[in-house]
């Protein structure tokens, strides 16, 4: 006997729907399937078909098997993954099964590395890069043949490489739009596609604009940082003043304006004479452990990435001996040439004398003038840099030297007790912008917008400076806020933000989305009862992403809500239509047995119309329009009464007739204090005449 999971009647093997309510009986969805916004990457081999026609087949095998090597290389050196080889055409995705939050832009340098390579070899490539969502099987496994991803953007990606230029990468217009401010482009002509009913406008894709990782400075003011620069800049001149060496960390997510801080400070140091060495930890790409360090090194050293080892070595060990004298620069020049991955075979004895080499060159360089250090994106940098950074802290004092790191929370994660108990150590936490400066920023982006249209896209942005950009930009550009619709940048940062999640939080997260804005413990056990829920919770409040309410709606019960609305919104998005209604009819079902009749009438309706249960959503959208009307909550009533009207079965005009007479009399009761426009039963509206002598109240 097959039961049903939603009200457990038995019904005969082999049934795919209940005979009791009608409900799906199989598991709707395979477990590990999510909608996701991913990047398509087609690269494809000109003329090998005709070339193997000529070619005996090992000497095929031979020119293939190198091509795939390589093209997978660099799909997995940017994050990406191979989901398919056909013929000799290779298919790669970006953005699952994991997101990063730059994804196409990591498609976008995988492919133009590819033409590289091929173009350097002699191979001819059509390569493209799409951007869409898609639905994933996360427990897909390409390499046994099954298919990870489904959707149009797969068959336009195609589509796309097909219509590519020999030699050229062709991307989509989302993927140009999340990357534009890190690669150069040049329009192609807009494409007549098979299957699209519309030319499909694409972009040639030239080269990177910015390093690996490294977001594009805007011209957006910078609106809301006052105090956090003050603390900054008044750092800084007591380094400058007192000799004394400082640590900073600022801490923040993707967006904040951690990076436009440190600009903001930097440029306030060099104007006033002080020195500015910047090094970064980047998500793919790093040439050696100590990268961002190494980085200042070499600024300090004049070191070019294209110098060959011999040079390079003279360079620093001449540099070392200019700012420590030549003695030092004997001692220490081949340790600083290990840190910089110059090939120097004989290293350091041990660690604590390859750091105490680096630190030589830092304090020799302060003591040639105050120096601000700046460390950026150190939640990417390897175990061994954090190591050495932590060195600095504690080791190095009475010099003029300001430590300047940015991180997400994320590095609080791996490294919770980060710089602990060091004195010359602080951490300043950038918070969302205040509503006020929120709005502020958007009007400025917005210049020729109503005030409300700014205050509408400060409120979805929630203090995030990026966001706001992104969104003002979208906004000027397609009409984001009309269509409901966030731009691919910000649900990609949002998306990589979830999937830094342990699997089980992630999952508890996404549950809680089909719930609102506020949820309860009780719904997420409906929905998977957990014996571990309270530490996942509790993990996920200190994370910052929910937050328990003081008071809760619900007897007894837990309350939650979500900390940032976007969050909610991306979570959400990830799941398939038939995992969306079997978790909104299990909340459902939580609703009506934890709140007193006609105290949740709404949002029951919402919920069992989202499962697909039209019916009860009609029961419940009916009880709570005349709810709504007996309370004189007219306006209400109306809107209410037009959404049942469009759940009614088209033969049941008896209903319809009802609700139709009750959305009348809620319009005369309206009446008596304005007009308005109703909604109709359909799409329509109906503005009401004025009630005859004979129906007015007496």
Same mark, same amino acid.
């Given at each position: 006997?097959?039961?049903?999971? %939603?009200?457990?009647?038995?019904?005969?093997?082999?049934?795919?729907?209940?005979?009791?309510?009608?409900?799906?009986?199989?598991?709707?969805?395979?477990?590990?399937?999510?909608?996701?916004?991913?990047?398509?990457?087609?690269?494809?081999?000109?003329?090998?078909?005709?070339?193997?026609? +000529?070619?005996?087949?090992?000497?095929?095998?031979?020119?293939?098997?190198?091509?795939?090597?390589?093209?997978?290389?660099?799909?997995?050196?940017?994050?990406?993954?191979? *989901?398919?080889?056909?013929?000799?055409?290779?298919?790669?995705?970006?953005?699952?099964?994991?997101?990063?939050?730059?994804?196409?832009?990591?498609?976008?340098?995988?492919?133009?590395?590819?033409?590289?390579?091929?173009?350097?070899?002699?191979?001819?490539?059509?390569?493209?890069?799409?951007?869409?969502?898609?639905?994933?099987?996360?427990?897909?496994?390409?390499?046994?043949?099954?298919?990870?991803?489904?959707?149009?953007?797969?068959?336009?990606?195609?589509?796309? +490489?097909?219509?590519?230029?020999?030699?050229?990468?062709?991307?989509?217009?989302?993927?140009?739009?999340?990357?534009?401010?890190?690669?150069?482009?040049?329009?192609?002509?807009?494409?007549?596609? &098979?299957?699209?009913?519309?030319?499909?406008?694409?972009?040639?894709?030239?080269?990177?604009?910015?390093?690996?990782?490294?977001?594009?400075?805007?011209?957006?003011?910078?609106? !809301?940082?006052?105090?956090?620069?003050?603390?900054?800049?008044?750092?800084?001149?007591?380094?400058?003043?007192?000799?004394?060496? +400082?640590?900073?960390?600022?801490?923040?997510?993707s967006g904040i304006g951690k990076t436009r801080l440190s600009l903001e400070l930097s440029q306030f140091v060099a104007d006033g004479g002080g020195r500015v060495i910047r090094g970064r930890s980047t998500p793919y790409g790093a040439s050696t452990p100590y990268s961002a360090f190494?980085?200042?090194?070499?600024?300090?050293?004049?070191?070019?990435?294209?110098?060959?080892?011999?040079?390079?070595?003279?360079?620093?060990?001449?540099?070392?001996?200019?700012?420590?004298?030549?003695?030092?620069?004997?001692?220490?020049?081949?340790?600083?040439?290990?840190?910089?991955?110059?090939?120097?075979?004989?290293?350091?004895?041990?660690?604590?004398?390859?750091?105490?080499?680096?630190?030589?060159?830092? *304090?020799?360089?302060?003591?040639?003038?105050?120096?601000?250090?700046?460390?950026?994106?150190?939640?990417?940098?390897?175990?061994?840099?954090?190591?050495?950074?932590?060195?600095?802290?504690?080791?190095?004092?009475?010099?003029?030297?300001?430590?300047?790191?940015?991180?997400?929370?994320?590095?609080?994660?791996?490294?919770?007790?980060?710089?602990?108990?060091?004195?010359?150590?602080?951490?300043?936490?950038?918070?969302? $912008?205040?509503?006020?400066?929120?709005?502020?920023?958007?009007?400025?982006?917005?210049?020729?917008?109503?005030?409300?249209?700014?205050?509408?896209?400060?409120?979805?942005?929630?203090?995030?400076?990026?966001?706001?950009? *992104? $969104?003002?930009?979208?906004?000027?550009?397609?009409?984001?806020?009309?269509? !409901?619709?966030?731009?691919?940048?910000?649900?990609?940062?949002?998306?990589?933000?979830?999937?830094?999640?342990?699997?089980?939080?992630?999952?508890?997260?996404?549950?809680?989305?089909?719930?609102?804005?506020?949820?309860?413990?009780?719904?997420?056990?409906?929905?998977?009862?957990?014996?571990?829920?309270?530490?996942?919770?509790?993990?996920?409040?200190?994370?910052?992403?929910?937050r328990r309410e003081a008071v809760s709606r619900i007897s007894g019960d837990q309350q939650f809500g979500f900390k940032h609305g976007l969050i909610h919104?991306?979570?959400?998005?990830?799941?398939?239509?038939?995992?969306?209604?079997?978790?909104?009819?299990?909340?459902?079902?939580?609703?009506?047995?934890?709140?007193?009749?006609? %105290?949740?009438?709404?949002?029951?309706?919402?919920?069992?119309?989202?499962?697909?249960?039209?019916?009860?959503?009609?029961?419940?959208?009916?009880?709570?329009?005349?709810?709504?009307?007996?309370?004189?909550?007219?306006?209400?009533?109306?809107?209410?009464?037009?959404?049942?009207? +469009?759940?009614?079965?088209?033969?049941?005009?008896?209903? &319809?007739?009802?609700?139709?007479?009750? %959305?009348?009399?809620?319009?005369?009761?309206?009446?008596?204090?304005?007009?308005?426009?109703?909604?109709?039963?359909?799409?329509?509206?109906?503005?009401?005449?004025?009630?005859?002598?004979?129906?007015?109240?007496?």
């Amino acid at each position: 006997m097959a039961t049903c999971p %939603q009200c457990g009647h038995d019904n005969p093997e082999g049934a795919k729907f209940c005979m009791e309510c009608g409900g799906l009986l199989a598991p709707s969805q395979r477990a590990g399937e999510e909608r996701r916004l991913v990047s398509v990457l087609f690269v494809d081999l000109v003329g090998s078909t005709a070339r193997a026609e +000529q070619l005996d087949p090992e000497d095929v095998a031979a020119l293939l098997t190198p091509y795939y090597e390589h093209v997978r290389g660099e799909l997995e050196r940017f994050g990406g993954a191979v *989901e398919k080889f056909v013929g000799d055409a290779v298919m790669g995705i970006f953005g699952a099964p994991t997101a990063y939050g730059d994804d196409p832009e990591r498609a976008v340098r995988a492919a133009l590395a590819v033409r590289d390579w091929a173009e350097a070899d002699g191979l001819e490539v059509r390569i493209a890069v799409n951007t869409g969502e898609a639905l994933v099987d996360l427990e897909a496994r390409p390499s046994h043949g099954e298919a990870m991803i489904t959707g149009d953007v797969v068959n336009t990606a195609s589509r796309l +490489q097909g219509a590519a230029p020999v030699g050229a990468v062709l991307v989509g217009e989302e993927t140009y739009v999340a990357t534009r401010t890190a690669i150069e482009y040049r329009p192609a002509q807009p494409l007549t596609l &098979k299957g699209k009913q519309h030319p499909v406008h694409a972009w040639l894709a030239l080269h990177p604009t910015t390093a690996a990782g490294e977001r594009a400075v805007t011209g957006a003011p910078l609106v !809301g940082r006052e105090r956090e620069l003050g603390l900054l800049t008044g750092t800084w001149e007591r380094v400058a003043d007192e000799s004394r060496a +400082q640590f900073v960390t600022v801490f923040g997510p993707s967006g904040i304006g951690k990076t436009r801080l440190s600009l903001e400070l930097s440029q306030f140091v060099a104007d006033g004479g002080g020195r500015v060495i910047r090094g970064r930890s980047t998500p793919y790409g790093a040439s050696t452990p100590y990268s961002a360090f190494a980085q200042q090194v070499k600024q300090i050293a004049r070191i070019f990435d294209s110098d060959e080892a011999g040079p390079a070595y003279e360079k620093l060990s001449a540099s070392v001996a200019a700012l420590a004298g030549p003695a030092a620069a004997e001692e220490h020049a081949p340790h600083l040439a290990t840190l910089l991955g110059l090939g120097n075979e004989d290293g350091a004895v041990d660690r604590e004398t390859l750091f105490f080499s680096a630190r030589v060159l830092v *304090e020799s360089l302060a003591l040639q003038g105050p120096t601000l250090l700046l460390y950026e994106d150190i939640h990417w940098a390897d175990e061994s840099l954090l190591d050495l950074l932590e060195t600095f802290a504690g080791r190095v004092h009475d010099v003029p030297v300001f430590f300047v790191a940015l991180a997400r929370p994320e590095l609080l994660t791996s490294r919770p007790a980060w710089c602990g108990g060091v004195s010359s150590y602080a951490a300043l936490m950038l918070d969302p $912008l205040t509503r006020e400066a929120g709005r502020e920023l958007a009007g400025r982006l917005l210049a020729n917008a109503p005030d409300e249209r700014a205050a509408a896209v400060a409120e979805t942005a929630e203090g995030n400076p990026l966001f706001i950009e *992104e $969104l003002s930009a979208s906004l000027a550009e397609r009409s984001t806020a009309e269509t !409901g619709r966030l731009p691919t940048s910000v649900q990609a940062i949002v998306a990589a933000r979830l999937d830094a999640l342990p699997p089980d939080e992630r999952r508890v997260l996404v549950d809680a989305s089909v719930v609102g804005r506020v949820f309860w413990r009780g719904a997420l056990n409906e929905i998977a009862p957990r014996d571990d829920l309270s530490r996942i919770l509790g993990s996920l409040e200190a994370r910052d992403l929910i937050r328990r309410e003081a008071v809760s709606r619900i007897s007894g019960d837990q309350q939650f809500g979500f900390k940032h609305g976007l969050i909610h919104d991306v979570a959400y998005g990830t799941l398939p239509r038939a995992a969306r209604r079997e978790r909104h009819a299990a909340v459902a079902r939580f609703l009506a047995a934890a709140m007193a009749v006609g %105290q949740a009438h709404e949002a029951l309706a919402h919920h069992w119309r989202e499962a697909g249960e039209n019916e009860r959503a009609l029961d419940e959208l009916e009880a709570a329009a005349d709810q709504a009307a007996r309370g004189w909550a007219q306006e209400r009533a109306l809107k209410l009464y037009g959404e049942a009207l +469009q759940l009614v079965p088209e033969d049941d005009n008896a209903r &319809k007739k009802g609700l139709r007479m009750r %959305q009348m009399v809620a319009v005369q009761a309206l009446w008596h204090l304005n007009t308005v426009d109703v909604p109709g039963p359909s799409s329509g509206a109906v503005r009401p005449d004025p009630p005859s002598a004979e129906s007015r109240p007496a």
